[in-house]
C-alpha cells in the first residue's frame, strides 16, 4: 500500500515556475513507477510526465518537453515535477500516481495509487 501526498501547487504568472512534489509512505516507493499526470475543469486526467523506479527513465508529454522535469529521491520517498515556462493551459489539479511498471505509462489505468491533487494555476 502506497499512500501519496501532493505539494507545491499555487498561483504564478505565465512564464514563472513552479515545483511541485509528491511524497509516499510506505517501504516500498523505490519499487514503483512514478507518473504526474494533470486534469483541467471539463477535461479528463492527461498524462504528463513518468520516471521509472530507478530514474533512469523518463518520459514526457509532448507539450511538456523541454520545460517539465520529473525526478526522484528514493530515500525520501519523494517524486518532483519542475515546471518551467508555464503557460495559461498548464493551468489544472496535477496528480501524482505510482505503478508497478511503465509499460503504458501514459495511461491511467497504469497506475495504482493516487494522490489527492495540487491546484495550479497560471495567469496570462
Known amino acids: 500500500q502506497v499512500q501519496l501526498v501532493e505539494s507545491g501547487g499555487g498561483l504564478v504568472q505565465a512564464g514563472g515556475s513552479l515545483r511541485l512534489s509528491c511524497a509516499a509512505s510506505?517501504?516500498?516507493?523505490?519499487?514503483?513507477?512514478m507518473g504526474w499526470f494533470r486534469q483541467a475543469p471539463g477535461q479528463e486526467r492527461e498524462f504528463v510526465a513518468a520516471?521509472?523506479?530507478?530514474?533512469?527513465?523518463?518520459y514526457y508529454a509532448d507539450s511538456v518537453t523541454g520545460r517539465f522535469t520529473i525526478s526522484r529521491v528514493n530515500a525520501k520517498n519523494t517524486v518532483y515535477l519542475q515546471m518551467n515556462s508555464l503557460k495559461p493551459e498548464d493551468t489544472a489539479v496535477y496528480y501524482c500516481?505510482?505503478?508497478?511498471?511503465?509499460?503504458?505509462?501514459?495511461?491511467?489505468?497504469?497506475?495504482?495509487?493516487w494522490g489527492q491533487g495540487t491546484q495550479v494555476t497560471v495567469s496570462s
Open positions: 510506505g517501504r516500498t516507493f523505490s519499487s514503483y513507477a
Open positions: 520516471i521509472s523506479w530507478s530514474g533512469g527513465r523518463r
Open positions: 500516481a505510482a505503478g508497478p511498471h511503465l509499460r503504458s505509462y501514459s495511461t491511467t489505468e497504469e497506475y495504482d495509487y
